[in-house]
């Protein structure tokens, strides 16, 4: 991967400095279980790129949702947060999640500001400009981990499964339809009432919004093949709060 540390230096420079590496939740990590259990309301750092990896990454998300489900959350208080990341950020990660306004993912991963990037459209799919807004969070911002997140119940997704056309979301879902197509079974009824087939296709669809990620940007597929970054799938329940990681 040493061309790609190449063009990120030189993205980086462009830039005129202001792209910082990420960084683990606050003080330096180290690479063991114990870590994760101390993530502090401090804002992230340059430094503390050097410890995180991808594995990482993923447990400060499964632990801050298991916090937000037991509602133990850190409650930081911001206004540090904001005048610490006023000059450079180190997100950890990135998230693809879904519009829907039950989920949030600094809510729902209990993560404060400079944590994650998070990029939100209806069916938590991924496009040209979303692909290239991970590409700027992982090679550019030095993000470890892409974690698409899609939800129970998903308005989205009974609309791609019901052929939904109504102006410009009628192009959206159409980012969906695969899932729906890729879904076999359900001849009995594959539509929205179907509460079963729905959650079949929510799921189908992150596992191919996983694959669209990697066949679609040679930039992340290669990280991941580094191990510079991990890409995962996950599913979050409306009704518990629950984030199941596939």
Avoid: W
Wanted: hydrophobic share 45%; proline share 2%; net charge negative.
């Amino acid at each position: 991967m040493h061309g790609h540390h190449v063009e990120r230096r030189h993205f980086l420079r462009t830039a005129g400095g202001t792209l910082l590496a990420c960084g683990c939740g606050g003080a330096l990590a180290l690479p063991s279980r114990q870590a994760f259990a101390t993530q502090t309301c401090a804002a992230q750092t340059s430094e503390s790129q050097a410890a995180m990896t991808p594995d990482m990454a993923l447990q400060y998300l499964k632990d801050g949702n298991a916090r937000f489900v037991a509602g133990t959350r850190l409650n930081c208080d911001l206004a540090p947060q904001v005048a610490a990341t006023a000059t450079g950020q180190h997100p950890f990660a990135a998230i693809v999640g879904c519009i829907d306004s039950r989920e949030s993912a600094t809510t729902t991963f209990d993560q404060g500001i400079g944590d994650v990037f998070a990029a939100r459209v209806a069916g938590n799919f991924v496009n040209d400009d979303i692909l290239g807004s991970l590409e700027f969070a992982c090679a550019a911002a030095g993000a470890r981990l892409i974690l698409v997140v899609g939800h129970t119940e998903c308005g989205a997704i009974k609309g791609a499964c019901d052929d939904v056309v109504l102006g410009n979301l009628t192009q959206t879902l159409a980012n969906i339809k695969p899932a729906v197509a890729a879904v076999e079974g359900f001849d009995e009824d594959r539509s929205s009432k179907n509460a079963a087939f729905v959650q079949a296709v929510a799921e189908k669809n992150v596992e191919l919004t996983l694959e669209r990620i990697r066949r679609r940007s040679p930039i992340l597929e290669g990280m991941e093949k580094a191990g510079d970054i991990a890409i995962a799938g996950a599913m979050y329940d409306v009704q518990t709060g629950i984030v199941t990681f596939a």
